[in-house]
């Protein structure tokens, strides 16, 4: 781990800090590729086995405008679609990081309920709206004015968040309903996956531990799932080979969406929340891809979130954000190559053309997805702790980080199982997804610590606290 002037390069003019922060050495470096097809197919597709929010984000829209089933699967087809070609936008004109990009679920959180009271043709115009606002806000690049916000142990404590956050999906998913068989194939999933990371590591030049994820997936959850006949393969017989997505299939800007200043603002609340979000992405995935955090990163990324959410809109799909699940996959595997992100954006496309190959990822067990986003949070947490640790050791620094990992994981779970769903409802959308967001949460409670916490000890930035618990 690189964490001192003294043995790294300078940084460029624009990092956005003045140390390079390098918690994992990847095996293959942003601009760089395997040597052979069939290795880069391996490890393209292996990303984008761990995005299952395309399949379960559509189903909370189309569930509020009740779509039929036929509705559902073609809406779902949409967002695979849109989700790869807003992942081409992002690593080829955008931030250029190895970021998958897909359905945002904090904007999906603002858009059920406006679908639902105002009906799709609000929502679209709201969502597309929020999108060329999103363009403008990378385009303009005030973004620039965050740097001095963001510090490492900013970057730190939201990372270790956003694993927590994701966490809960991945017990979630490991848990299902609670039979026995489901914390089976977790096991089975996660022991794979450490017996091709630890044992498997020099065969094949290490082939078998960067596609372990990949493989285990497969070997547990359609080989075993098959022999204990859990695998749903009738949901796989009864998709279409080959259904091409629509243009405006719900309209368009001009004719047949509707523009209402309250969904825009709502939506907008969204947006918000979306791209603080990404802002902890891109540090994360910086991190851990040997990359300095550039300003340019954020201001490109954003304008790149916005072009890919408006595309999106057009052709049916949720608008799409990065996705955190892709950044533990880099950390796993150390495969941190664009170029294979690019892959997997094809991939997506085709799942989006060829409904059967996504279906198969339905058809398993969901709690071998869920044993290995337990993995795959684990090494995002892990990169989080690791930034945290380069951080300057201050007393500041230490109030942060308890401070918001307390503040991130606790409001959100005293405001729905506590003050409840009636409570929540009747708050403005952008205190409602404060009061449930980890992860917004998290980058409001740190960034705004930072600042009063500075206020008070100037002389801490940088420089090691000698009164510092790490010290005595």
Same mark, same amino acid.
Not at 198 to 217: C, D, K, Q, V
């Given at each position: 781990?690189?964490?001192?002037?003294? !043995?790294?390069?300078?940084?460029?003019?624009?990092?956005?800090?003045?140390?390079?922060?390098?918690?994992?050495?990847?095996?293959?470096?942003?601009?760089?590729?395997?040597?052979?097809?069939?290795?880069?197919?391996?490890?393209?597709?292996?990303?984008?086995?761990? !995005?299952?929010?395309?399949?379960?984000?559509?189903?909370?829209?189309?569930?509020? @405008?009740?779509?039929?089933?036929?509705?559902?699967?073609?809406?779902?087809?949409?967002?695979?679609?849109?989700?790869?070609?807003?992942?081409?936008?992002?690593?080829?004109?955008?931030?250029?990081?190895?970021?998958?990009?897909?359905?945002?679920?904090?904007?999906?959180?603002?858009?059920?309920?406006?679908?639902?009271?105002?009906?799709?043709?609000?929502?679209?115009?709201?969502?597309?709206?929020?999108?060329?606002?999103?363009?403008?806000?990378?385009?303009?690049?005030?973004?620039?004015?965050?740097?001095?916000?963001?510090?490492?142990?900013?970057?730190?404590?939201?990372?270790?968040?956003?694993?927590?956050?994701?966490?809960?999906?991945?017990?979630?998913?490991?848990?299902?309903?609670?039979?026995?068989?489901?914390?089976?194939?977790?096991?089975?999933?996660?022991?794979?996956?450490?017996?091709?990371?630890?044992?498997?590591?020099?065969?094949?030049?290490?082939?078998?531990?960067?596609?372990?994820?990949?493989?285990?997936?497969?070997?547990?959850?359609?080989?075993?799932?098959?022999?204990?006949?859990?695998?749903?393969?009738?949901?796989?017989?009864?998709?279409?080979?080959?259904?091409?997505?629509?243009?405006?299939?719900?309209?368009?800007?001009?004719?047949?969406?509707?523009?209402?200043?309250?969904?825009?603002?709502?939506?907008?609340?969204?947006?918000?929340?979306?791209?603080?979000?990404?802002?902890?992405?891109?540090?994360?995935?910086?991190?851990?891809?040997?990359? @300095?955090?550039?300003?340019?990163?954020?201001?490109?990324?954003?304008?790149?979130?916005?072009?890919?959410?408006?595309?999106? %809109?057009?052709?049916?799909?949720?608008?799409?954000?990065?996705?955190?699940?892709?950044?533990?996959?880099? %950390? $796993?595997?150390?495969?941190?190559?664009?170029?294979?992100?690019?892959?997997?954006?094809?991939?997506?496309? #085709?799942?989006?053309?060829?409904?059967?190959?996504?279906?198969?990822? @339905?058809?398993?067990?969901?709690?071998?997805?869920?044993?290995?986003?337990?993995?795959?949070?684990?090494?995002?947490?892990?990169?989080?702790?690791?930034?945290?640790?380069?951080?300057?050791?201050?007393?500041?620094?230490?109030?942060?980080?308890?401070?918001?990992?307390?503040? %991130?994981?606790?409001?959100?779970?005293?405001?729905?199982?506590? #003050?409840?769903?009636?409570?929540?409802?009747?708050?403005?959308?952008?205190?409602? +997804?404060?009061?449930?967001?980890?992860?917004? +949460?998290? @980058?409001?409670?740190?960034?705004?610590?930072?600042?009063?916490?500075?206020?008070?000890?100037? $002389?801490?930035?940088?420089?090691?606290?000698?009164?510092?618990?790490?010290?005595?």
């Amino acid at each position: 781990m690189n964490s001192s002037p003294s !043995d790294t390069p300078s940084p460029p003019q624009d990092a956005v800090w003045e140390t390079t922060y390098q918690v994992t050495t990847p095996h293959y470096k942003i601009d760089e590729r395997p040597a052979s097809v069939w290795e880069s197919l391996l490890y393209g597709w292996q990303h984008t086995l761990v !995005d299952i929010s395309p399949f379960i984000l559509p189903l909370a829209i189309a569930g509020a @405008v009740q779509m039929t089933l036929s509705e559902k699967a073609q809406f779902i087809n949409y967002c695979l679609f849109a989700m790869g070609i807003a992942t081409l936008i992002q690593t080829t004109i955008g931030n250029r990081l190895p970021i998958i990009q897909g359905p945002s679920a904090t904007l999906t959180g603002t858009m059920t309920p406006i679908a639902a009271q105002m009906g799709l043709p609000a929502m679209w115009g709201a969502v597309f709206t929020g999108a060329l606002m999103e363009m403008l806000v990378g385009a303009s690049r005030v973004l620039v004015i965050l740097k001095k916000f963001f510090p490492p142990a900013v970057a730190g404590v939201v990372i270790v968040c956003i694993g927590l956050s994701l966490g809960q999906l991945a017990i979630k998913l490991t848990i299902g309903d609670g039979h026995p068989i489901n914390f089976v194939y977790a096991a089975l999933v996660i022991l794979s996956i450490f017996l091709l990371q630890l044992r498997f590591s020099h065969i094949m030049g290490g082939i078998l531990a960067r596609g372990s994820i990949f493989l285990s997936i497969w070997i547990i959850g359609l080989g075993v799932g098959s022999i204990l006949q859990d695998v749903k393969w009738e949901i796989v017989a009864s998709k279409p080979w080959i259904a091409f997505p629509g243009f405006f299939p719900y309209g368009n800007p001009i004719e047949g969406w509707e523009y209402h200043f309250a969904a825009i603002l709502a939506v907008m609340a969204g947006y918000l929340g979306s791209m603080v979000e990404s802002l902890g992405d891109y540090a994360a995935t910086c991190a851990v891809s040997g990359e @300095v955090y550039q300003v340019k990163h954020m201001n490109r990324g954003i304008f790149a979130e916005g072009l890919g959410s408006a595309v999106a %809109a057009l052709f049916g799909g949720i608008p799409c954000t990065s996705y955190t699940q892709n950044i533990g996959i880099i %950390a $796993t595997t150390r495969v941190a190559s664009r170029f294979i992100v690019q892959i997997a954006a094809i991939i997506l496309i #085709l799942y989006g053309i060829c409904p059967k190959f996504g279906a198969l990822l @339905v058809a398993m067990p969901s709690a071998v997805l869920g044993g290995v986003f337990i993995i795959v949070c684990g090494m995002i947490i892990i990169s989080g702790l690791r930034l945290l640790q380069s951080a300057p050791s201050t007393t500041a620094n230490f109030f942060l980080t308890g401070v918001t990992l307390v503040i %991130a994981t606790g409001v959100p779970i005293y405001s729905r199982f506590t #003050l409840g769903k009636e409570w929540l409802e009747n708050l403005p959308a952008f205190l409602r +997804l404060l009061s449930t967001n980890t992860v917004v +949460l998290a @980058v409001f409670s740190s960034i705004s610590l930072n600042i009063i916490l500075n206020f008070f000890q100037p $002389t801490s930035r940088g420089k090691e606290d000698k009164n510092s618990p790490a010290n005595n």
